[in-house]
Antibody, heavy 122, light 108 residues
């Protein structure tokens, strides 16, 4: 069964760090671009980051550039989002999502995880 | 930064047709994808490449494009279609992903 399962969310103080994980099953990360998308409470979807299927490129939305890092471990078939210098406006549900077509970095997101909540508060 | 724009809300009666638009300068060059999201759930893809429908999505969902505007049409709206709908595209480089602000569809 093709699925994504996020973990690692929680409550963290401003300025601290958190690492989210997204475990993939039913397919290999070697051939799919992977994304993180977040949704602040009561707000819309915001794209956060992408890691290309070959692992060579990563890109980020402006507000997280320099603070967040997307990476992956092929041996564990897991994608990560390292979040540093967290701010109150990073509070959101964080989803990982898969690009639909293999050997594609973008396009539609056909598989989404259930999301993990990150709350940044003192 | 690049943005795509959706109306905040659309309301229709059951059986009527709902249209939700997504506009952006790069849309003539970039595909648009549409997602349905119900409260407490992850988004679900309902249209890809402007007008293609994934398997399992009812035929009443359709998409079209014209210049800088793309439209999601739901024909014969049912109560179960009440949800938030988001368009998804990319900037002119194709590298940076963007979502519209979302449209809340209310079935009266």
């Amino acid at each position: 069964q093709v699925q994504l399962v996020e973990s690692g969310g929680g409550v963290v103080q401003p300025g601290r760090s958190l690492r989210l994980s997204c475990a993939a099953s039913g397919f290999t990360l070697r051939t799919y671009g992977m994304h993180w998308v977040r949704q602040a409470p009561g707000k819309g979807l915001e794209w956060v980051a992408v890691i290309w299927y070959d692992g060579r490129k990563t890109y980020y939305v402006d507000p997280v550039t320099g603070r967040f890092t997307i990476s992956r471990d092929i041996s564990k078939n897991t994608v990560y989002l390292q979040m540093n210098s967290l701010r109150a406006d990073d509070t959101a549900v964080y989803y990982c999502a898969r690009s639909q077509d293999d050997y594609s970095n973008y396009g539609p997101f056909d598989i989404w995880g259930q999301g993990t909540m990150v709350t940044v508060s003192s | 930064s690049y943005e795509v724009t959706q109306p905040p809300s659309v309301s229709v009666s059951p059986g009527q047709t709902a249209t939700i638009t997504c506009s952006g300068d790069a849309l003539p060059q970039q595909y648009v994808y549409w997602y349905q999201q119900k409260p407490g759930q992850a988004p679900v893809l309902v249209i890809y490449k402007d007008s293609e429908r994934p398997s399992g999505i009812p035929e009443r969902f359709s998409g079209s494009s014209s210049g800088t505007m793309v439209t999601l049409t739901i024909s014969g709206v049912q109560a179960e279609d009440e949800a938030d709908y988001y368009c998804h595209s990319a900037d002119s480089s194709g590298i940076y992903v963007v979502f519209g602000g979302g449209t809340k569809l209310t079935v009266l």
